[in-house]
């Protein structure tokens, strides 16, 4: 399985204490050793970063922590191949442009016999079930909605198109238009929304610790999720199984949570990802 | 004005001696300090790297040179601004994805008046009279093929496009799908084909030489197509004023050049640009 990273923020932010516990999961304390992508919004503009080597030992990422890039929407993507051929077409985030916004979509997870006829609109340069999905959200939204519709109708559809898509399997994925992320869980999506009075907290996966409260103001509010909390000292939340989540300025503004939902334990998960033969 | 750079070869080329001349014109050599930006296509995946900072002092531009990314097409663009504000939705080279392929597009010029109609596949996200040229292109090419038409098909569709659009001023582009690379010259354009017997090579902009015969192989070909001329000790041609060429496998396979080909003195193309209020 492969682990994903979204943030959604009021107020650009840099995203590197969570970046630098994330990227170590690319090799070092963990094996998703098939490449990474991050795209960092910066107004209606992208800056997306793809390598094909392990993110952990990657220059690309070196170059990522040392920029220090503040943003208020990033999605990125740790790959452990399952399907497609390791190659840059097919590493994530993927990108598309739709009603004059671009689009990145990342996904964790394995869609079984996924094959949408192409549309009209987007077309898969690669080869992963991944891209196909991506496309085949984009192409339905926009077969249906010629203009960007109000945001209750697009949370709906979008909604809709995810109940349909995971049908065919395992499809976590986070997805941003550089306003508002939308994160969906089939399986394990955790988050955490930090705000004021913010706290200090530790990486899982490093021996760093930060104090938000020396690097933020108090009206800031940053939403950061990931496959697995990648902090001790705070307490993330998860996402139900199958809820598509919106975030906006940095905390969830619309979700279609079950009515009574359900929680998938971390060792159910990764069990589920490796009985579909997808790699932890 | 801002400065182009193409590369297409025959097989997968590092770009860095031509770019390390081509990064010193944004802000050492010369004043194009709005920003900058190139693409490597890999397979059918592109490496993106975009930035608002001078390419002379840009973390980015340091870590392209550092990387050493080896490519067959590659597209780079260093940024003046002259219609548009300086923004990350504004910089070069605009992406799109058609007909299942990547399409880089960067421009050097000025369009006046030109505000086509929004087409049904593509919408501008930034505010440059560059991506409204780059998606007028391309609604049209896939209004006309649903699929992708064969190559001499393709090359007269361009071509008659970049004849419509340059009508509103000036117009040079490389574009490129990842196979073939597109440039046109409305003013200023120089490329050189690079084969066996390959010699040696000094950068205009800098104290750096090079061997080819030490870096290539006796069947590569690589083409270099650059508003002006990056080396001493080579003979750049020129593309002709109202030349559309189009170059595969490091060599130009098509071109509409006229019968009676005229060229643009450096100084003649240069005032050009000034006229129109285009900075050099």
């Given at each position: 399985m492969c682990q994903l990273l979204g943030m959604n923020c009021n107020t650009p932010t840099d995203i590197m204490f969570s970046f630098e516990g994330f990227r170590?999961?690319?090799?070092?304390?963990?094996?998703?050793?098939d490449g990474f992508g991050i795209g960092f919004f910066e107004g209606k503009g992208v800056r997306l970063f793809h390598d094909d080597?392990?993110?952990?030992?990657s220059p690309v990422a070196d170059l990522v922590r040392a920029y220090q890039i503040k943003s208020e929407n990033v999605i990125a993507h740790i790959r452990k191949a399952s399907?497609?051929?390791?190659?840059l077409a097919n590493t994530h985030p993927f990108m598309r442009e739709m009603w004059g916004e671009y689009w990145l979509f990342a996904h964790n997870g394995h869609l079984l016999d996924f094959y949408p006829e192409q549309g009209v609109f987007y077309k898969a340069v690669g080869s992963t079930d991944s891209e196909r999905a991506f496309c085949y959200i984009l192409n339905s939204l926009r077969s249906r909605f010629p203009e960007k519709p109000d945001e209750e109708t697009l949370f709906a559809a979008i909604a809709a198109l995810t109940a349909e898509i995971r049908s065919h399997g395992l499809f976590n994925f986070v997805m941003s238009n550089g306003d508002c992320l939308f994160a969906h869980a089939s399986t394990l999506l955790h988050y955490i929304v930090r705000k004021a009075p913010f706290g200090k907290a530790r990486l899982l996966d490093d021996d760093v610790m930060i104090d938000f409260a020396e690097v933020t103001t108090p009206n800031d509010k940053v939403a950061v999720i990931a496959t697995?909390?990648?902090?001790?000292?705070e307490s993330w939340l998860q996402l139900a199984v199958n809820e598509l989540a919106m975030f906006q300025h940095g905390d969830i503004v619309r979700s279609d949570k079950p009515a009574e939902p359900v929680y998938m334990s971390t060792e159910e998960g990764l069990a589920i990802a490796r009985a579909v033969g997808v790699s932890v």
């Open positions: 170590r999961r690319g090799g070092i304390t963990d094996h998703h050793a080597k392990p993110s952990a030992d399907q497609g051929q390791t190659s697995l909390p990648l902090t001790r000292d």
